[in-house]
């Protein structure tokens, strides 16, 4: 996957995270909008799409870990599963606002938790801060 077909994948997400929001603003008569409720659509959209951005560089992380097996015969594509990555967090973005605190900590702290662990195990082998292994 080339950088232009990435980038306007990215640009796909940001537009439905836009008219998301646009719908849920409006509610069912999905129409024109003043100036402010408008400011807030594209605040709301660009907030859940730099949340997604930052999910999808994670997951972009655990793809290099994946590429870096040599016993795997096919190699995920990063820039694909980025952008998957990326679709799937800006959709739980849009979606979590609609949940509590508590709930989003219960399940968004363990799996950061996890990933944490992941990368820096991963550093941790390809460095040899523990020896070779």
């Known amino acids: ?3 232009v077909p990435f980038l306007i994948g990215v640009g796909l997400i940001w ?6 929001e646009w719908f849920r603003v409006t509610g069912s008569n999905f129409g024109a909008i003043g100036f402010e409720d408008m400011r807030s659509v594209l605040f ?11 999910v999808g560089m ?19 594509c990063a820039k694909r599963m980025t952008l ?4 799937i967090a800006a959709c739980m973005m849009f979606l979590i606002r609609f949940l509590s605190p508590t709930t989003i900590a219960g ?7 996890i990933i944490l662990v992941s ?7 390809t460095k040899h801060w523990l020896g070779r292994w």
Do not use: C, N
């Open 84 to 87: 998957l990555v990326t679709g």
């Open 119 to 125: 990368v820096v195990f991963y550093l941790a082998g």
């Open 15 to 20: 537009g439905l995270l836009v008219a998301g």
């Open 107 to 113: 399940y968004l702290v363990p799996t950061l938790s």
């Open 1 to 3: 996957m080339g950088r």
């Open 58 to 76: 994670i997951g972009w992380f655990i793809v290099w870990i994946f590429r870096s097996y040599e016993g795997l015969e096919r190699r995920p």
């Open 44 to 54: 709301w959209a660009s907030t859940s799409m730099a949340g997604a951005v930052v």
